[in-house]
């Protein structure tokens, strides 16, 4: 399956010949969204040459999302239930126009329905969900972030309960799809940071220390580079979660430019940051076109 679909995806995004890249950034003051700036108020760096940009109008134009839903044999019973409930939910906030797809993993990659307006489809879809296999959640988020779906701004929604058993690909197959993908990309898990012990470096005993999986940090780094994040959750919480991420990505200011004084082949890396006091920025933090 994975195969097939991607044999119908476009070429990566940021082509050599681009004209315009585009960067999702997401302001907030004491957590809260911070709405109105302008062009002026961003200060866009690309390898470290200033760039002059324009913010994009998103109020004109449709988002296309993609639902990537983990259904291995843990997301089953009470789990599946809340996770369909959240689906349905963050359908059903959408706009009107915007476009969402359904995708469902477990060993295999399912396309349960293209991106599509109709919202009675896309439930009728996400009713019939079914739990089993195992987990290919690698393969699965690369498939979305390298095929093209829709016609509107990309955002992906990727749901996963557990560590990957069963992809093909490697991390760094990930990473590389994050940078060549305009996507903005939003993982939900339900494996989240904790504590272990550390000896200390100040003499005898040990103290905690806050980790991460290393499964965790692949899906957080995939998701930072494009300006998403990880959103650590219990199953229990899953509505509350899919509503943040919408909440935040519909909170984004899209921000775009023709890349001037750099060279075009290669990675790129971006700094981004707002001419305001007292303010948290999270944004696409590079990207690459292909040689």
Known sequence: MLATLL???APPVFRVGVEAVSVDVFVTKKGTPLRGL????????DNGVRQRVEVVDRRTLPTTVVLALDRSASVSGRKLALLRAAAHAF??????????????????????HEATTDRAALASALDGLEAGGATSVIDALYLS???????GLPLVVL???????????ENEDVLQAARESSTLLHVVGTESRGLRLARSSRGAGFSPVDTE????YLLRRAAEITGGAYWAVDSGHLEAAFRKVLEAANARYVLRYEPQGVARPGLHRL????????????ARQEYVIPK
């Open 159 to 169: 749901f996963t309960d557990g560590q990957d058993s069963g992809s093909w690909l």
């Open 271 to 282: 700094e981004v940051s707002v001419r305001r006091r007292g303010v948290d920025v999270r």
């Open 145 to 151: 972030l390298k095929r093209r779906w829709g016609t």
């Open 213 to 216: 999986s290393g499964f965790v």
């Open 38 to 45: 302008q062009a002026e108020d961003f200060v866009v760096k």
């Open 7 to 9: 044999l119908v995806q």
């Open 91 to 112: 359908l059903g906030e959408l706009r009107a126009r915007d476009e969402a797809a359904l995708l469902t993993f477990d060993y295999r990659i399912e396309l349960l």
